[in-house]
């Protein structure tokens, strides 16, 4: 007879995976982060004051068609970089500022594994950056925002072309 020497005390906990780490989470903040986060009593006309007039330097609208109100996102390293100076201190050495759209997009989007043409982005993981549901996924690629690439079904996430999601981005950017 052989006795198991290591007890499993609570196998409960194999099944909830700790999340991928910080860096790797929600590129694309919602304005309310910052209202939250800044020591400013902000309202959401004040987070687009500050991204007109180029405070905040990366910020999205990727609401749909015809929408009444933009669903805005902000870049989290110009999140950052502006809570950085609104506490007096300086922004990240690297300068988030700096860079170029095309450079911020690839920070923002999942590296392609193949060519940006023919890579896919999984709406699971899109929704995930984009900080958005599935329904607005959704929309957006009915509205010919975003290409999927074969049907999405009943439980099946869609896969989005990444040349798609790279264009859609440049096209909605509120910052050049």
Same mark, same amino acid.
């Given at each position: 007879m052989i006795i198991n020497?290591?007890?499993? !005390? *609570? &196998?409960? *906990? &194999?099944?909830? +995976? $700790?999340p991928a780490p910080a860096?790797?989470?929600? @590129?694309?903040? @919602?304005?309310?982060?910052? !209202?939250g986060l800044s020591r400013k009593r902000f309202c959401n006309d004040d987070v687009l004051r500050l991204i007109d007039t180029r &405070?905040?330097?990366?910020?999205?609208?990727? $609401?749909?068609?015809? /929408?009444?109100?933009?669903?805005?996102?902000?870049?989290?390293?110009? +999140? +950052?970089?502006? +809570? /950085?100076?609104? *506490? =007096? =201190? /300086?922004p990240k050495a690297f300068g988030a500022d700096d860079l170029a759209l095309p &450079?911020?997009? =690839? /920070?923002i989007l999942p590296k392609p594994p193949l060519a940006p043409r023919t890579a896919i982005v999984r709406g699971r993981e899109l929704q995930r950056r984009f900080l958005c549901c599935q329904g607005h996924l959704a929309g957006l690629i009915a509205d010919g925002e975003l290409s999927c690439v074969g049907p999405a079904g009943p439980g099946k996430t869609p896969a989005i072309l990444y040349q798609s999601v790279f264009e859609f981005l440049k096209r909605r950017s509120m910052s050049e």
């Open positions: 020497t290591k007890p499993i !005390i *609570n &196998q409960k *906990n &194999q099944l909830f +995976l $700790s860096a790797d989470w929600c @590129h694309l903040q @919602h304005p309310r982060t910052l !209202i &405070q905040i330097r990366w910020a999205w609208d990727i $609401s749909r068609k015809g /929408a009444r109100r933009p669903e805005v996102r902000i870049w989290r390293e110009s +999140l +950052l970089a502006y +809570l /950085a100076r609104e *506490n =007096g =201190g /300086a &450079q911020v997009i =690839g /920070a």
